[in-house]
């Protein structure tokens, strides 16, 4: 486990005119430890350019990251970088599009063999990942191409999981997925949750950073327009929409009965809602 800290993060994109595009901005933030966290904002907020600095897919153009005890900045020799792609996995969005190996087993083993264990070792590790994440065994043999959607997102993260990462990083992990399909993902992030796993999730999802995250980290053409707490978040509904964001079903409910002169907070959850509904209703009330 890790924590994540930005310390004045930026990145230039050099382009043909030798301006280039700045995609990050000074950016400084720490997630700390164990911590599930939110990368939000509208399309081109520099979520992804941020989360590709964090597994020095891309180095920082000014500024550092920390992972832990290990430094990314533009100075970071490449011999090193191995040691961050050891302790950040990366699930990219649709990652079950990267599956390749004959069997379930084989392709989730891959990556801890491409680390250095032997083939017993990491075989042993793929079956323990996916174990714990209720992978049936029956199906260890099978093509991963084969399975339900669902299934294939499971082992194209388990195929990450077994590398043993400190940071996670999803890039939008329900996206593609039918209802059950998205249900069982995000079980399968708030176990990763419980384990102590640190997260970073870029999603457009609102109801979903409602529910998983701890912590939200709002981008604004490449700038740091709000880090803290989810409620924190969408009790303002002016930053949501200066943010072009939008509130989750729940509090944007919430939001209508205030307006009708019935105010019971911001829910984070149907279920929240309901309750509070419920204590109005049965002559209570409950203004957090």
Same mark, same amino acid.
């Given at each position: ?193 419980? #384990? ?59 939001? #209508? ?32």
């Amino acid at each position: 486990m890790a924590e994540v800290k930005f310390n004045q993060v930026s990145y230039r994109y050099e382009g043909s005119d030798n301006i280039g595009t700045t995609a990050v901005a000074k950016i400084s933030a720490t997630v700390p430890s164990g911590t599930t966290a939110a990368i939000i904002g509208h399309t081109g907020s520099g979520k992804s350019t941020l989360m590709q600095m964090v597994d020095a897919l891309l180095l920082p153009t000014q500024g550092e990251i920390q992972v832990g005890d290990l430094t990314i900045n533009a100075q970071t020799p490449k011999k090193e970088l191995v040691n961050v792609h050891r302790r950040v996995g990366y699930v990219f969005q649709f990652p079950e599009k990267q599956l390749f190996a004959p069997t379930v087993l084989e392709d989730v083993a891959f990556g801890p063999i491409n680390l250095g264990r032997s083939e017993e070792e990491a075989r042993q590790a793929a079956k323990e990942t996916l174990a714990a994440l209720n992978f049936p065994p029956e199906q260890l043999d099978h093509s991963p191409l084969e399975l339900s959607g669902g299934q294939m997102r499971r082992v194209a993260l388990a195929g990450v999981l077994a590398m043993e990462p400190d940071v996670l990083i999803l890039d939008e992990p329900t996206a593609g997925l039918d209802p059950a399909g998205q249900e069982e993902l995000l079980r399968l992030v708030e176990g990763l949750h419980q #384990r102590g796993i640190t997260v970073l999730m870029i999603t457009h999802q609102m109801d979903q950073v409602a529910r998983l995250a701890q912590q939200v980290l709002v981008l604004n053409g490449g700038k740091l327009a709000f880090d803290g707490r989810p409620a924190d978040l969408f009790a303002q509904p002016d930053l949501l929409e200066q943010n072009h964001l939008a509130a989750p079903q729940s509090v944007a409910f919430a939001n #209508r009965l205030k307006q009708a002169g019935i105010n019971i907070g911001a829910p984070l959850s149907l279920s929240k809602l309901a309750a509070k509904i419920a204590a109005q209703v049965g002559g209570g009330h409950n203004d957090e």
